[in-house]
């Protein structure tokens, strides 16, 4: 048999392609098939009622079913050896579904198919990441970037019966992304679904995020199940942008909904999550999460879920916010349970209603929590909190934060029952309010009810996680208040700042420091390099390039030449204790050129280097507080050594060159910080050491050296979130060491030797010092003793020009940890 190579077989699929698609009526104009990871599907082509039998080469398309009723023909295809299906350009067949994955055989799960739709005008009926009959669907994704889309439903994973009686399995962490395009109804008026168990199956940890396109659908929902006794928990819906407009008077988003058809026993739709953050949302109801529906309803519950509305985001004014809603309606169906739902209004809106949840005599534990001026809420009232959390903004003092506007069904106005609500206050990180300051927390024209089960307080509970305290002014001051929450009159509920005060808090602050620390411990690692395996890299290039002279019959050390080069490599994982400490995790590279002359003492070795390093960092406070970033130099230098007849040598190093950080942490009651910084940097050290050759191949070598480097302050520009920038002076950083040691060499035989050796340090400097507007802040400081063990092995590998020396280095004491060193040489 004649094998085709890669291109014959191409251009065969092409052709069968062509003759099946003119065979079957053409359904499908021809796919463009990348690859049995990839199938695009370019158009739909026909008229209704002839899309009977299709079937595409290789099966990158496979019809699962052709139902045919009266005037409405439905055909579905899948890309059965697929991972992902691309659907563009112009498909006009309102009758045809797409899916990504399909399964029918049982136990078998439908998982990583992606869809992407980037078309100019589509038309069909529906589009699926993953449909399983018999198994799960998950992680199957649904990306929709461009295009007119006119279509019934979108969802990134679906449980459902096709082709069998039955079908079963959960839709498990599927996702549907949409960040452009246009989407409008079809036939069952839009619907956007992460993840659908349908009757069948549980819906769980499924998404929807829409950051740009306009979407006009009726139903959006991160999770959904139908099914009786199902489980809708843990899905998110995310909008950072675009525009969502219901089409229908019933228009919603659910984070997560377990709602029966019929039968709604023991549904249960917790933990999950509603978060508007941007773009326009025109729809009648927002939910949490939702369970129970229309009849036969026990035992459902919406605990858990979260709804915040933050930043950009827009909302129409007939919109009703609801946390948790279990079904309780029609007289005699069985309340559902409703207990800690969430609902955060982080920037002024006005809404319809605001409900925590649906079941305000059962329900525990919802919390409405407030964070800006001018939330006003309409008719329908807020109901349904057992907690409401107001974080006074700065520029709220003698303004509403909350008006509620309740009106029953003849436009009367209504009072807002507070009874048995907890309402508390505190000040928002950098508000600034001065004693006898008021905000009107709630207010309504018509009234508020209370009794004595209404709670009014400062809130001091650091389990509301909006706000603690107390709040920061700046990275250094604290500013603490005491507030009184108290009923104004008969409409209004207000807070009174009754005392302030001021205090320096810089001991935060010290964590934004220890960059510096970590900076000086790059610096000085450079340095203990250069003054290690550069040296010997050095030594061991110009002894190379001498013996490579001699072989080619030009005896003597002095025939070595002019410069051989020589490179030293490092990766080091080291603890600094710095009163708190800092962990360093990074590398070094010393290159240079080396050139030994003999004098009358003996020989100096001498020659220019380049280095670089850097590496990322975490710095850690005694209270939990953490930094990340990272931190790079780069410098030059020179570097000399003296090595006398008699073993005696003394050595030195000057360097030069700019260093480089970021710093990123979350700092107590002030939130992100981060900053990027740059300074100059001068090293050198100094050494003295002598050789004593013990026989065997054995040489002590013991040495006393000093090592000192500087780092030039930096002003720089610190951001924090939420507060206003301040300016940052670091004051420069030196650092004096000392190192005692000893180290012990055995030559085995002129390619192979082992050396070992101890040694002992102490740092008498290396505090960071640094100023946040002006005020001081904890220094961290590298002061203090170390010890170290290093062992290695120099190695000549065959005849050829190179020579390489590993080693490694054990530290304990002020600075713990452990580094590898590679150091090469080669001759041309």
């Given amino acids: 048999m004649t094998k085709l190579g890669k291109k014959h077989q191409k251009q065969l699929a092409k052709l069968v392609t062509t003759a099946l698609i003119c065979a079957g009526g053409g359904l499908f104009s021809p796919p463009s098939v990348a690859s049995a990871e990839e199938v695009t599907v370019t158009g739909v082509g026909g008229s209704s009622g002839a899309y009977t039998v299709t079937s595409i080469p290789d099966g990158a398309m496979q019809q699962i079913l052709s139902i045919t009723p009266p005037g409405n023909p439905t055909n579905w295809f899948y890309a059965p050896t697929a991972d992902v299906l691309n659907i563009t350009g112009a498909i006009s067949a309102n009758n045809i579904r797409f899916y990504g994955g399909y399964n029918r055989n049982p136990g078998t799960c439908v998982s990583g198919k992606t869809v992407n739709i980037n078309g100019t005008t589509i038309f069909v009926n529906g589009i699926c990441g993953g449909v399983n009959e018999s198994g799960n669907v998950e992680g199957n994704t649904v990306n929709v970037a461009s295009g007119t889309i006119t279509i019934s439903s979108i969802e990134g994973g679906l449980v459902d019966k096709l082709t069998l009686d039955s079908a079963s399995g959960s839709a498990l962490g599927n996702h549907v992304n949409i960040t452009g395009g246009t989407i409008n109804p079809g036939g069952y008026g839009g619907i956007i679904y992460g993840g659908n168990g349908a009757l069948y199956g549980d819906a769980e940890n499924n998404t929807v995020t829409i950051s740009g396109g306009e979407i006009n659908a009726s139903d959006i929902r991160g999770g959904s199940t139908a099914g009786s006794g199902k489980k809708a928990n843990g899905n998110v819906v995310t909008i950072h942008g675009g525009t969502v407009n219901g089409p229908s008077t019933a228009s919603v988003i659910f984070g997560g909904c377990a709602s029966s058809i019929l039968g709604a026993n023991g549904n249960e739709a917790s933990g999950n999550t509603v978060t508007i953050d941007g773009g326009t949302v025109n729809v009648k109801r927002i939910y949490g999460g939702s369970a129970g529906r229309i009849t036969s309803v026990v035992d459902t519950e919406a605990s858990g879920n979260t709804v915040t509305i933050e930043k950009d985001a827009t909302l129409g004014s007939d919109t009703c916010i609801l946390g948790g809603y279990a079904a309780s309606g029609w007289g005699y169906q069985t309340p559902g349970t409703t207990n800690n739902n969430t609902v955060n209004i982080l920037k002024a809106i006005t809404v319809k209603q605001i409900v925590g949840g649906s079941n305000a005599t059962a329900g525990t534990g919802n919390a409405l929590n407030i964070s800006a001026i001018g939330v006003t809420v309409g008719d329908c009232g807020v109901t349904g909190f057992q907690n409401m959390n107001f974080f006074l903004p700065d520029g709220a003092a003698g303004k509403t934060m909350l008006t509620v506007n309740e009106k029953d069904e003849y436009e009367n106005g209504v009072a807002t029952d507070l009874t048995g609500v907890t309402i508390g206050a505190a000040v928002q990180a950098g508000a600034n309010f001065n004693k006898g300051d008021t905000v009107n927390l709630i207010t309504n024209p018509s009234g508020l009810t209370t009794d004595g089960t209404t709670t009014l307080k400062q809130i001091t509970d650091e389990t509301v996680t909006i706000q603690t305290k107390p709040t920061a002014k700046t990275l250094t001051t604290d500013q603490s208040y005491k507030l009184e929450v108290s009923q104004k009159d008969a409409n209004t509920i207000i807070a009174t700042i009754t005392d302030k005060e001021e205090e320096q808090n810089g001991d935060r602050a010290k964590s934004l420091v220890e960059t510096r620390a970590a900076t000086t411990t790059f610096v000085n690692a450079g340095a203990d390099m250069l003054a290690s395996q550069g040296f010997t890299q050095a030594a061991n290039a110009v002894a190379l390039k001498a013996a490579e002279n001699a072989k080619n019959g030009a005896p003597g050390a002095q025939n070595a030449g002019g410069f051989t080069p020589f490179a030293a490599f490092g990766g080091s994982s080291m603890r600094a204790e710095s009163g708190s400490y800092v962990d360093t995790k990074g590398f070094g590279l010393n290159v240079g050129f ?108 013991g040495y006393f050296k000093y090592f000192y480097s500087h780092q030039t302050g930096d002003d720089t520009t610190i951001h924090i979130a939420g507060m206003a920038d301040e300016r940052g002076h670091f004051d420069a950083v030196d650092s004096h060491r000392i190192r005692i040691g000893a180290r012990l060499t055995h030559k085995v035989n002129e390619r192979n030797s082992f050396y070992g050796g101890l040694a002992y340090q102490y740092e008498f400097n290396g505090d960071a010092r640094a100023t946040f507007s002006g005020n001081g802040v904890p220094s961290p400081s590298l002061k203090g003793s170390s010890g170290l063990l290093e062992l290695g092995w120099q190695v000549k590998p065959g005849e050829g020009p190179l020579k390489l020396d590993l080693g490694v280095t054990g530290w304990a004491g002020k600075q713990r940890g452990g580094n590898v060193q590679l150091g090469a040489t080669w001759t041309f």
């Fill in 594 to 701: 080396a050139r030994e002359l003999p004098n009358s003492q003996g020989k100096l070795l001498f020659g220019p280097v380049v280095e670089y390093g850097g590496g990322n960092y975490d710095s850690h406070l005694n209270d939990g507080t953490r930094g990340d970033g990272k931190a790079h130099y780069f410098g030059v230098g020179v570097m000399a050594r003296q090595v006398n007849h008699d073993g005696f040598y003394y050595e030195g190093s000057l360097r030069g060159g700019r260093v480089t950080s970021d710093y990123k942490g979350d700092l107590d009651s002030i939130g992100r910080v981060n900053y990027d910084s740059s300074s100059n940097y001068f090293a050198a050290h100094l050494g003295v050491g002598k050789a004593f050759d013990l026989g065997k191949g054995n040489t002590l070598d």
